[in-house]
């Protein structure tokens, strides 16, 4: 009885598939399957790939698009002022009556076209444009705002970044905001100011502490900016402030002098 039980039992195991046939047979299902999911993930990546490509001709696209818009809507900062510019006879558009107006329609164009062309460098460039309009209109809340979203839309190295630093500078004295005035042209002595403005971050702090009465304060900072940045515009500016300064009876210190240009090694 017990001989046939273990007959029966064999029998079955011998119908059912090997251990090692099941093992192998689940593995090729498993690579079957494998392959297919592999198959479809070099597919996503092909169409990926493809889509990349798409989105970042897309993007040129858009951007090529947005700059030449850029240009046409820049068209407005030329027309004339009437009474303020000279006559344009080339041009189709009549003259601005007052320069509020033109600042006002600066304005309004510049909103439109970052608003059409939201993330693109072009937009981003058209920020700053609009933030010095609104600051010449009296706006100084809504060109903080513009600034701002240049000022991180841009990297850190970008050419008109001290430009921005000190419009934001401007419209922080504009408000009484000395403090925060000072912060901004701190940043713009610290970007990339190029020849033009090197040191001015540094004047305008200065300018800033004489505003809140601290003159003793000014007169160190300025004193720095002859040696740091020396025959530039602003150490030309620093100078004549050091003279008002010791003009008040403000003790000035005397610049230290720039430190000599390296001679090459004769030997």
């Known amino acids: 009885m017990a001989q046939q039980k273990t007959e029966k039992i064999r029998q079955q195991e011998l119908r059912q598939p090997d251990a090692f046939q099941k093992a192998g047979a689940d593995a090729r299902d498993w690579l079957m399957q494998r392959q297919k999911f592999l198959a479809i993930g070099a597919g996503v990546l092909v169409l ?15 951007e090529e698009t947005a700059s030449m818009q850029f240009g046409q809507t820049l068209t407005v900062l030329d027309r004339p002022v009437t009474g303020v510019d000279p006559a344009d006879p080339t041009s189709t558009e009549p003259p601005f009556a007052t320069v509020q107006a033109r600042d006002e329609e600066i304005v309004r164009s510049l909103s439109a076209f970052r608003k059409e062309h939201d993330g693109t460098r072009a937009a981003t460039t058209a920020a700053l444009a609009q933030a010095k309009a609104e600051f010449r ?47 901004s042209f701190e940043q713009m002595e610290k970007a990339d100011a190029g020849e033009y403005l090197a040191g001015m971050g540094q004047y305008h702090k200065a300018r800033m502490l004489i505003l809140q009465g601290k003159k003793d304060d000014a007169a160190q900072v300025l004193s720095k900016i002859p040696t740091d940045h020396p025959n530039s515009a602003a150490a030309r500016q620093a100078t004549e402030r050091m003279a008002v300064l010791a003009s008040e009876g403000v003790k000035v210190p005397t610049p230290a002098p720039p430190p000599a240009a390296a001679t090459p090694d004769a030997g």
């Not at 990926?48 to 858009?62: H, M, N, P, Q, Y």
């Open 137 to 183: 209109l009296g706006r100084y809340d809504d060109s903080l705002a513009s600034l701002a979203t240049f000022l991180k839309g841009v990297p850190e190295n970008d050419a008109l970044r001290a430009g921005a630093l000190e419009g934001q500078g401007y419209a922080y004295e504009a408000k009484g905001d000395f403090a925060n005035a000072i912060t």
């Open 48 to 62: 990926g790939a493809v889509g990349a490509a798409i989105a970042s001709e897309v993007s040129k696209r858009g």
